[in-house]
Nanobody, 124 residues
């Protein structure tokens, strides 16, 4: 069983920054990559970024490339999502997820565990 706890969401003006954190714990954590998904009202949940457990390779959806950065602190089992130059269209509930190995940034079908989500609102 893997537990994921997100934090760091909030309200920010367009062009601002936020850093999300995902604290992971539980048995078999090394069997999963860690990804960030988001879901806006009336839209499907979509993959935003992902980092592989083995090599630390990173992946981003096109709309956030150059603005978002995913990283990890292995010692603390924590994954971060630094979000810069935020836009109103980034507004969503952001979820941390344990993704089956080799399925980074794939669909939600490959997610084994979800966090509870943290709200990000970009508005003036």
């Amino acid at each position: 069983q893997v537990q994921l706890v997100e934090s760091g969401g909030g309200l920010v003006q367009p062009g601002g920054s936020l850093r999300l954190s995902c604290a992971a714990s539980g048995f078999g954590l090394n069997n999963y990559d860690i990804g960030w998904f988001r879901q806006a009202p009336g839209k499907e949940r979509e993959g935003v970024s992902c980092i592989t457990t083995s090599a630390g390779s990173t992946y981003y959806r096109d709309s956030v490339k150059g603005r978002f950065t995913i990283s990890r602190d292995r010692a603390k089992n924590t994954v971060f999502l630094q979000m810069n130059s935020l836009k109103p269209e980034d507004t969503a509930l952001y979820y941390c997820a344990a993704v089956r190995l080799g399925r980074c940034l794939s669909t939600t079908d490959y997610v084994a565990y979800w966090g509870q989500g943290t709200q990000v609102t970009v508005s003036s």
